[in-house]
């Protein structure tokens, strides 16, 4: 079964840094495109980053671009984003989701697996 589990999220001020981690189990991942979205209070969830488990490509946002990179370690499992010059409005909950195959896509409804969500607040 498979199982994701983020991590690093927080409190930080505008302008700050957060790693956020996403730790994968229970298949093998090389075939697994691996995305990123957030769903911030009565908005709906939107696409941050993505990235082919296999291939390493990596595909953004427009709203995120420049300032966020996401990366995996295959000796890990992990898939990682980091998150610069952060500004308020990157508050939301950010989730981490896995879909069976490596194109890289910005729609949620096409990711199989889905982790629990991490708080990511920036204060002004």
């Known amino acids: 079964q498979v199982q994701l589990v983020e991590s690093g999220g927080g409190l930080v001020q505008a302008g700050g840094s957060l790693r956020l981690s996403c730790a994968a189990s229970g298949r093998t991942f090389s075939n697994y495109a691996m995305g990123w979205f957030r769903q911030a209070p009565g908005k709906e969830r939107e696409f941050v980053a993505a990235?082919?488990?296999?291939?390493?490509?990596?595909y953004y946002a427009d709203s995120v671009k420049g300032r966020f990179t996401i990366s995996r370690d295959n000796a890990k499992n992990t898939v990682y984003l980091q998150m610069n010059n952060l500004k308020p409005e990157d508050t939301a909950v950010y989730y981490c989701?896995?879909?069976?195959?490596?194109?890289?896509?910005?729609?949620?409804?096409?990711?199989?697996?889905w982790g629990q969500g991490t708080q990511v607040t920036v204060s002004s």
């Open positions: 990235i082919s488990w296999r291939s390493g490509i990596t």
């Open positions: 989701a896995a879909r069976v195959y490596s194109v890289l896509l910005t729609d949620p409804h096409m990711y199989n697996y």
